[in-house]
């Protein structure tokens, strides 16, 4: 086996360990709530979530395609190990930002790990950037999502008061708890049709770097399968420490709340992937749907003291992610020869 080909692999294999932990990262934001309200247990929940995540990973292949085109020139670049080289640095760098978050429990966002370890690697090798696909694509959704996840819940949740304003508390609270059995399947679907398609993008770009695949040709079924289901197996592992924050540290949830957040956040998830094939962050989306849905208890309800540390994760991610990369590939640009 030449080098080339084992780099290949090696990149195949990084990406789909970056998928893996994806999973168990994310996990919680598919079923924290429907876990915090008892409506769930959390066996049958991760085993729900991460079926799902399989299936939702089938319905579409955009949010690859966006990622794949966020470094531009891969053709163009001599050497095939110098070009996996980029693409393994932009990987690490989001596999450490990742597995530091999920140690201590801050739920940022994987998506823009990733995009982060793509502009940081990218930046370090002079490979171009396509800034106007990241603008696009990345910097307005990643505004634009979050809050349409706390307006949409908020108005969702402020409906359900008004609807159910004459019902018994404990009549809407065990119908709610049913509900989110849907709720929460809604969102593991979404969560897969985001996510596992940017791992996709990913293989797609360490294929391309390697000569094994053309820019313009259809994604192969084989990393659509590998994708979706390292997602799954990742998501079934679980993510128990980011589960406290978003199900309990942020706002204590009853059913409805956690109905109203969970429908909100899927719908955002699968405008943007379908309808826009923006990379957009599943935790961003939950997160601020859960701020949403429990700012209408009343605003002093939300734990803003915990809100605005995940805030300030979520603003660091890409460049936290994109610093590492940037090292990971000046270390690996200097042992590994044909750069």
């Known amino acids: 086996m030449d080098l080339t080909l084992a780099l290949v692999i090696g990149t195949v294999a990084i990406a789909l360990f970056f998928d893996y932990t994806n999973g168990f990262h994310d996990a919680a934001n598919a079923i924290a709530t429907s876990v915090s309200t008892r409506a769930l247990t959390p066996r049958i929940a991760l085993a729900m979530a991460a079926v799902l995540n399989f299936v939702g990973a089938l319905l579409g292949v955009e949010v690859?395609?966006?990622?794949?085109?966020?470094?531009?020139?891969?053709?163009?670049?001599?050497?095939?190990?110098?070009?996996?080289?980029?693409?393994?640095?932009?990987?690490?760098?989001?596999?450490?930002?990742?597995?530091?978050?999920?140690?201590?429990?801050?739920?940022?966002?994987?998506?823009?790990?990733?995009?982060?370890?793509?502009?940081?690697?990218?930046?370090?090798?002079?490979?171009?950037?396509?800034?106007?696909?990241?603008?696009?694509?990345?910097?307005i959704p990643m505004v634009v999502s979050p809050?349409?996840?706390?307006?949409?819940?908020?108005?969702?949740?402020?409906?359900?008061?008004?609807?159910?304003?004459r019902a018994r508390p404990h009549t809407v609270n065990r119908g709610f708890r049913l509900s989110q059995t849907v709720s929460a399947a809604m969102l593991s679907l979404g969560h897969g049709l985001q996510d596992a398609q940017k791992t996709m993008g990913v293989i797609l770009l360490a294929l391309i770097a390697g000569g094994e695949h053309a820019s313009n040709d259809d994604i192969p079924l084989w990393v659509i399968i590998a994708a979706a289901t390292a997602i799954s197996l990742g998501t079934f592992s679980g993510g128990m420490r980011i589960m406290r924050t978003m199900g309990r540290r942020i706002i204590a949830l009853d059913p409805p709340r956690g109905f109203a957040a969970e429908v909100t956040a899927s719908f955002v998830l699968y405008f943007m992937a379908i309808g826009q094939g923006a990379p957009v962050s599943t935790t961003h989306t939950m997160t601020s749907s859960v701020m949403g849905a429990g700012a209408t208890k009343r605003f002093s309800a939300v734990r803003w003291g915990v809100a605005r540390n995940i805030v300030t994760a979520w603003i660091i991610t890409i460049p936290a992610a994109a610093l590492v990369a940037a090292l990971v590939y000046g270390i690996i640009h200097v042992l590994v020869p044909g750069n």
């Open 64 to 139: 690859a395609k966006t990622i794949k085109d966020i470094l531009t020139g891969f053709d163009t670049i001599d050497s095939a190990n110098h070009a996996l080289t980029i693409v393994a640095s932009a990987l690490v760098g989001a596999i450490t930002w990742n597995l530091i978050t999920w140690y201590f429990g801050i739920p940022s966002s994987s998506s823009h790990a990733l995009i982060g370890g793509l502009i940081g690697a990218g930046l370090a090798s002079g490979v171009a950037v396509d800034w106007d696909k990241v603008v696009e694509k990345v910097a």
């Open 147 to 165: 809050l349409l996840g706390f307006t949409g819940a908020f108005l969702v949740m402020t409906a359900i008061m008004w609807i159910f304003r």
